[in-house]
Each structure stands twice: as C-alpha cells, then as structure tokens.
C-alpha cells in the first residue's frame, strides 16, 4: 500500500501536491505556517508540527449534508484542517482550529490560524462559515495522520533528479527482463537441438 500511496502521489492528476482516495486526501505541506514555534503550545494536540514536505491524510468532509453536519460537529479546538481560502496567495490551507462558535443557521463559524507565530506571514486568522454552502472558502477535511519521511521521500521523487532515479531504475529492471527472457530462451533452444 505504501508503494502505491508514494506512487500515486508523485504521478497523481488531483494537482501538484494532492492526491485522493476512498475519501481521504493526501497532500504534502508547502508552506512553514505549520512548523514548531515557541509562541504557540500544541502539547496536548495529536497533531503537534508538521514542517515542509511533511505529506498530511486528510478525512475529506462528507458531501452528504446530513454527514457533514455531524461531521462538524465532532469538530474540536485543536484539530487541523485543510481548507480553501481565497484571501490570500496560497489557496488551500492548512491551519488549526482555535475557534468554533455556532453560527445559528445551522452550521459553524471556525476560526483557524498557523501554528508558527515567527513566520513571515504574521498572524493571520481564517475564517470559515460552514453553513455558506456556495462561498468559495470551505473546509476540504480534518488532518488525520501525517508522515514527514513519505512526504519527503514523495518530494525528492516529484524532482528532476527523483524522476531521473526512477527513470534509470525502471531502465535496468526491463534491461534485466530482457536478459532473463533471452537467457530462457536460449536455454530452451538449446534443448530442443
């Protein structure tokens, strides 16, 4: 399963850093909003850092209204969450929730900032109505796992020097094939003299 994750992430169609399955969604981190600092305490988080190149599994928000309500509800201070967001450069974030207020129209206001207070950025706080079906900010899921390693080794493939790797590894196992498929042969030839 690893192999295909790592390599459906670097030939995936979903986007540069964006590939999804069976509802999940897996990206890997471009910016440093996310990174360790010591003005924010995410000690009693399951998600405490993830710093460049880190690829993230996000549990996509249901398309089921009626799920996604639930889905929002089970939503705490503290989770990280993927979004859209079209204020600003980059387009989709991913931010941890530190507010979450009801919005009385039946979905949620969620207040959502980056972990690294010392990035060049600033602060800067996203919100998002849930409710607004038709805004072009939403939340695309909850990250539910992250691994720094296969987001890595997912980047260094996505480069040219990775895709030349891949290139070389893919000539010599055919070379080798080929080798075999002729070395049987001429055995078999042989045999039949």
């Known amino acids: 399963i690893s ?3 790592i390599f459906t992430m670097v030939f995936g169609k979903l986007g540069s850093d964006t590939t999804s399955i069976f509802g999940y969604q897996f990206r890997t981190v471009i910016s440093s ?3 360790a600092c010591e003005l924010t305490d995410v000690s009693d988080y399951d998600i405490k850092s993830l710093p460049i190149n880190t690829m993230i599994v996000i549990e996509e928000v249901p398309t089921d209204s009626s799920e996604a309500i639930k889905w929002y509800s089970d939503l705490e201070v ?5 979004f859209k967001y079209l204020y600003v450069r ?3 974030i991913t931010h941890r929730i530190i507010k ?4 009385g129209k039946g979905g949620y206001y969620i207040y959502l900032e980056g972990d690294n207070k010392n990035s060049e950025a600033g602060i800067l706080t996203q919100i998002i109505d849930t409710s607004n079906e038709f805004s072009s900010n939403y939340v695309i899921g909850k990250v539910v796992g992250h691994s720094y390693v296969i987001g890595s080794l997912v980047t260094f493939l996505r480069s040219t020097i990775g895709l030349v790797l891949i290139i070389v ?3 010599v196992i055919l070379i080798l094939e080929v ?3 002729a070395k ?8 039949a003299e």
């Open 100 to 103: 979450i207020e009801d919005n």
């Open 3 to 5: 192999l295909f994750l």
């Open 33 to 35: 909003s996310m990174e």
């Open 90 to 92: 980059q387009e989709v």
């Open 184 to 191: 049987l042969l001429t055995h078999d030839k042989r045999e």
């Open 169 to 171: 590894v893919i000539v």
């Open 78 to 82: 503290g989770d990280v969450l993927t």
């Open 179 to 181: 080798l075999k498929l």
